[in-house]
């Protein structure tokens, strides 16, 4: 059973970087996709990217496309999610996520574990 636990979010002014991290524990994370997900009030939770444990091929929304990068440090346990220029948009709270095999790898159904969540309110 992996446990995932988010860190780093808060308020950051538009325009901004925010960067926070996702450790995990009690699995083997090398092996496991990682995925960072987003819920706004009131909206679906969302995807923004993903990274995966065979190569490390990275995937990302369009809408953080060029503005978000996820990496990640096995020999920590830890995904990270880089932020910049971000806007009042990208307000929400963040999830990582992990998975296996399971596809596609940009919705919520193919992750099996899940962090608690972490909160990010851009200023306008």
């Known amino acids: 059973q992996v446990q995932l636990v988010e860190s780093g979010g808060g308020l950051v002014q538009a325009g901004g970087s925010l960067r926070f991290s996702c450790s995990a524990s009690?699995?083997?994370?090398?092996?496991?996709?990682m995925g960072w997900f987003r819920q706004a009030p009131g909206k679906e939770r969302a995807f923004c990217a993903v990274?995966?444990?065979?190569?490390?091929?990275?995937y990302y929304a369009d809408s953080v496309k060029g503005r978000f990068t996820i990496f990640r440090d096995n020999s920590k346990n830890t995904v990270y999610l880089q932020m910049n220029s971000v806007t009042p948009e990208d307000t929400a709270v963040y999830y990582c996520?992990?998975?296996?095999?399971?596809?596609?790898?940009?919705?919520?159904?193919?992750?099996?574990?899940w962090g608690q969540g972490t909160q990010v309110t851009v200023s306008s």
């Open positions: 996520a992990a998975g296996r095999n399971r596809i596609p790898l940009t919705t919520p159904t193919s992750y099996v574990h």
């Open positions: 009690g699995g083997t994370f090398s092996r496991h996709n």
């Open positions: 990274i995966t444990w065979s190569d490390g091929s990275t």
